[in-house]
Every structure is written in C-alpha cells, then in structure tokens.
C-alpha cells in the first residue's frame, strides 16, 4: 500500500506556491511516470511541479523543512513613499520582542516570535501595493503563522493577500 506524508500544514485562508508531500511507492516508477500520474490526478488548479526520487534514509518533510517564507501583499493605510515603507518595516525588525498572545493547556501564554524572523524582503511600488516577504523558522522552537506577523502590520497597512511562497530543507529551497 502506497504511504503518503505531507508537509507543513497551510493555515486557513491562504495561498500556497510550496506545498510537498512524500509518497512512498510499492513498485519502482521512474520519476517522469509518477509526475505524469499525479498530474492526472489532480484536480483543475493544481500543477505539480517537480518530482524527486529520495534516495536511501531522508529526514521527513516535517523533519526535514526549516524555514518558511510567507509573502504579504499589504495596501498603506495613508500613502506612504518607499523611505517611508522601508523606515516602519526597519524599526519592526530591530525590535527584541514581538509578542503575540497562543492559546496553552492552561489559558493563554504570550510568546516572542521575533527570534524565529529570519529574514525580510520588501518590494515597493506594484500599482499602490507593498509586497513583504518573510523568511520564518520552522522546527521544534516554533514557527510564526502569517496571522500573527499580520498584528504588527495592521496599524499602517491592510493585507490584501498573503501566499506561502518556499520551503527551505536545510539551506536549500525545496
């Protein structure tokens, strides 16, 4: 019986460019032959995009995955040049803490998700639109869900749109 594993699960309400799965096979199929398969398969929307044979003992995708990168599409809430953009998500990231309040086994605990922002991109200027993109840790320590970073955004922007754009397996993008 073929084994199937997926990735990192999507939260509610986005997009996805980096969604993976695992499958583990009961005969040996050339990869062309399992990607033409699962093309098929899938309904209208969905595109696979690449198939890789592993190759002896692999971490798990879950295992495996490290990072994460979420980009945001945001409109400012009062018109803003690019200094001005770039000047609020620079202060955002030199702060310690960015705490956001998760619910525990017992009530709520507040947590700082800024040691687990690794990286940021900003594109300014798309017909009125800030593109930011985030790189996140995923692992054991945590992980930031786009909701979260999104409360530290909506002072001056709305966002529009947010799409999980790349997994990071180690250093490399998947």
């Known amino acids: 019986m073929p084994r199937l594993s997926f990735g990192p699960p999507l939260p509610l309400g986005l997009e996805s460019e980096a969604e993976f799965f695992d499958l583990e096979l009961t005969v040996d199929l050339k990869e062309e032959a399992v990607f033409n398969a699962l093309q098929e398969a899938l309904p209208p929307g969905l595109t696979v995009l690449k198939v890789q044979r592993l190759v002896g003992k692999t971490p798990s995708l879950m295992a495996g995955i490290k990072a994460l990168s979420y980009q945001f599409f945001l409109e400012p809430r ?14 955002l990231w030199a702060k310690n803490e960015l705490p956001v309040v998760k619910g525990a086994k017992n009530g709520e605990k507040v947590v700082n998700i800024r040691p687990l922002w690794l990286d940021y991109h900003l594109d300014c200027g798309l017909e009125g639109l800030v593109l930011l993109t985030i790189k996140v840790e995923f692992g054991p320590r945590g992980t930031i869900r786009p909701d979260d970073f999104c409360t530290f955004l909506q002072n001056d922007f709305q966002v529009k749109r947010v799409i999980r754009k790349e997994a990071f397996f180690g250093e490399k993008v998947i």
């Open 78 to 91: 009062v018109e803003l040049d690019q200094t001005q953009v770039q000047s609020l998500l620079g202060r």
